[in-house]
């Protein structure tokens, strides 16, 4: 397991003029990219659009990207990148696989909860889950959750499912929660929290345990 050592950010380096400048241009389009994605939805939205919303040259454009897929899987690897630290950080303090379940779900909710213009690209784009997930960041983030885990089965503190299986459910009810959360005002991420939690650790009794090796 991590050590708070091994996960602190490594000290800010200055950028140069040239580098920040490079670093403004990809921003620039990531964030027009956000606004027309919103907007338009992934499927009618063009190149051009996402262009004309930052106002640099087309050249300029593809200095960065080849395509609007390439655009919408950066978008989501950002908002993976953000979420990571903050799940891997629950799992240092969480005890049991129970606390850590309840933590991470917090925290992801509370996190689209204060990001709702990221979320919105994906509530726009309900088509594009394969792009989304398919992504490095992606799937390094999932691939994480799976090692805890099967970290936990290996202590004997999680039955012997199916970690592919089970990852893959806890995901699940993320998403697709988080999206209805999204969608009504009226719950708040505590709420999605706690459902998602007591579904997660409600149905683990139920699951078949496989013979160990």
Known sequence: MSTDLEDAPAPARKLGKREQTKQNNREAILEAAKTVFADLGYGATSVRDIIRKTGLASGTFYNYFKSKEEVFEALMDEGMRRIRPRLRAERIRSRTFEDF???????????LATDRDT??????NPN??????????MIAGFEEIREYIEE??????????????????????????GDRMLRRPEMNAG????????????????LP????K
């Open 128 to 137: 594009t889950v394969r792009v989304r997930m398919d992504t490095p960041e």
């Open 209 to 212: 345990h496989k013979d160990k």
């Open 152 to 177: 936990d089965i290996r202590n004997g503190t999680l039955p012997g499912v199916d970690a592919e299986y089970l990852m893959s459910a806890v995901v699940g009810i993320a998403m697709e929660l």
């Open 101 to 111: 379940i309840r933590n991470a779900y917090r925290t992801y909710f509370d996190y």
């Open 119 to 124: 979320f919105q690209v994906i509530r726009r």
């Open 191 to 206: 709420e999605a929290s706690a459902f998602a939690t007591a579904l997660v650790l409600g149905g683990l009794g139920a």
